[in-house]
């Protein structure tokens, strides 16, 4: 049995493969503005990283935000769904994920790699990864110099906006008024962490959870949710492929 999970996220997509025996291979590119087309340059790549052709594989399934625009997809799937079996193939322990991604996060309450609750901030960019590039932006810097900057903070500014366009003006502000670079990206880290912090309380996750999604990346904001949530949270070697690898593992139905 050899499938493919395609992940077509607003800002990446990601496509895994998984073989008979478990062994996974993964792309990850740009989604740009055609999720089609990047579907099928990422269902291509990773054909091509594994040595497998199109004629081999037994299923694709699709998950993430653009996973209906996939109609060479066999079935697409919830991304809620995928990341709680991508999430349980690497980590049985799991009893919850904090996914941030680049337009939304959510929290998952997972039992044996079933969802049992869910929240999700689909709404605004409010601590997702949008709203770290428009601050980083402001500061003008790189998201991944942001971890960097954040060493060097003795006192986080307090950033009091969500919303991405207020939090980019309060940002400038910040600036105008004679904070440093390290401390306003320090305050930006931290109040990504007490969003998210807020969602993963409503679900009661006190142990045991991954933290998963692009934004996974950012050590800073690793630290500062555990800090929040006063927890360890595990983190994938790659955190931006668990939807996929989860749309790859999915079972197919059976034959009538």
């Known amino acids: 049995m050899i499938s493919v999970g395609i992940d077509a996220g607003s ?26 087309y990047a579907a099928e ?14 004629k081999d594989v ?17 079935k697409s799937i919830s991304e809620i769904t995928t990341h709680a079996m991508g999430v ?3 980590y049985p322990e799991v009893k919850g994920i904090i996914d941030i991604g680049g337009q939304d996060s959510k929290v998952i309450s997972v039992n044996r790699g079933k969802v049992t609750d869910f929240i999700m901030n689909d709404k605004c960019a409010a601590g ?20 960097n900057l ?21 940002v400038i502000s910040l600036r105008t ?25 409503q679900l009661e996750l006190k142990e045991n959870v991954a933290f998963t999604g692009g934004v ?6 690793k630290s500062a949710l555990e800090k929040e949530l006063g927890i360890s949270l595990y983190v994938p070697a790659e955190p931006q492929i668990t939807g996929a690898l989860g749309a790859a593992l999915c079972q197919p139905p059976l034959p009538n």
């Open 11 to 36: 800002a990446t997509t990601k496509a895994v493969l998984v073989n008979e025996g478990k062994k996974i291979t993964h792309t990850i590119r740009s989604t740009e503005f055609d999720f089609i």
């Open 41 to 54: 340059i990422a269902y291509k790549e990773v054909l091509d990283n594994a040595g497998i052709d199109k």
């Open 58 to 74: 037994n299923h694709v399934y699709s998950t993430g935000y653009g996973r209906n625009s996939i109609q060479f997809a066999d």
């Open 88 to 90: 349980y193939h690497l």
């Open 128 to 147: 997702t990864g949008k709203f770290l590039e428009y601050t980083a932006r402001a500061l003008e810097v790189s998201i991944e110099n942001l971890d």
């Open 150 to 170: 954040v060493i060097g903070s003795e006192t986080p500014a307090n950033i009091t906006s969500m919303c991405t366009v207020f939090a980019e003006s309060e």
């Open 177 to 201: 008024r004679g904070f440093t670079r390290q401390d306003i990206a320090a305050g930006i880290i931290e109040s990504i962490a007490r969003r998210v912090a807020v969602m993963a309380r």
């Open 216 to 221: 996974a990346k950012n050590t800073s904001i």
